[in-house]
C-alpha cells in the first residue's frame, strides 16, 4: 500500500506528528485503538471521516517504520508523552 498521499507530517498539526490525510487524527491514534481491540469496522463507525484504506494506510506506515528501525541495527528511543520513560 502507497500511504505517502494519505499519511501527513505537518510541523504545526499534532505537534509534527503523523496524521492521516491532514486531519487531527493521528497513525498513533489508529493504532492505539487497533491495539486496545477495536476493530476495523468500530473505528470507522467512530470516525466517520476515516477510510479503509486509511487504517491500510496507517498499517503500512507503522510496517515501514518498524522495518527501517530493524535494518539500521540502532535502538530506537522513544521519547513520547503517551509512553512513560523510566530510569
Do not use: C, W
Not at 499519511?7 to 493521528?26: L, Y
Not at 485503538?33 to 476515516?50: N, Q, V, W, Y
Amino acid at each position: 500500500m502507497n500511504y505517502k498521499n494519505i499519511i501527513t507530517i505537518k510541523a504545526g498539526k499534532r505537534g509534527g506528528q503523523p496524521t492521516i490525510r491532514g486531519m487531527r487524527i493521528t497513525v498513533y491514534d489508529v493504532l492505539k485503538m487497533l491495539a486496545s481491540g477495536m476493530s476495523r469496522k468500530d473505528i470507522l463507525k467512530d470516525f466517520p471521516e476515516l477510510t479503509e484504506n486509511d487504517i491500510k494506510a496507517v498499517l503500512s506506515y507503522a510496517s515501514d517504520r518498524e522495518h527501517l528501525t530493524t535494518i539500521t541495527g540502532h535502538e530506537a528511543s522513544i521519547r513520547s508523552k503517551h509512553i512513560p520513560q523510566t530510569g
